[in-house]
């Protein structure tokens, strides 16, 4: 299975934050493969973002949850994330993974005006 995650590397405070991440290699509705996100910020340890099941259920961060929604397209084989509202500290490094497995690349986001 391979991921790469696509989106922007500059979002203005208070903007949203839009990532997808394309899958290869196995289908995001497969039985038993559930889907994440996950960021690092400058200095900070890994912190999970949220999760997307292979029937499509999906589980938020409690501390982001309010801003974040994930979804997916399965025509496409791709799932997307969303967070509102964004400010300086969500700049960070983010990665798509299977859950226990692969990981994305990851992705560099930065939010400055």
């Known amino acids: 299975v391979q991921l790469q995650e696509s989106g922007p590397g500059l979002v203005k405070p208070s903007q949203t934050l839009s990532l997808t991440c394309i899958v290869s290699?196995?289908?995001?509705?497969?039985?038993?493969?559930?889907w994440r996100w996950i960021r690092q910020s400058p200095g900070k340890g890994l912190e999970w973002i949220g999760a997307i099941t292979f029937s499509g259920i999906t589980y938020y961060s409690p501390s982001l949850k309010s801003r974040t929604s994930i979804s997916r397209d399965t025509s496409k084989n791709q799932f997307t994330l969303q967070l509102k509202s964004v400010t300086p500290e969500d700049t960070a490094v983010y990665y798509c993974a299977v859950l226990s497995g692969p990981w994305g690349q990851g992705t560099q986001v930065t939010v400055s005006s």
């Open positions: 290699g196995a289908s995001i509705a497969s039985n038993d493969i559930n």
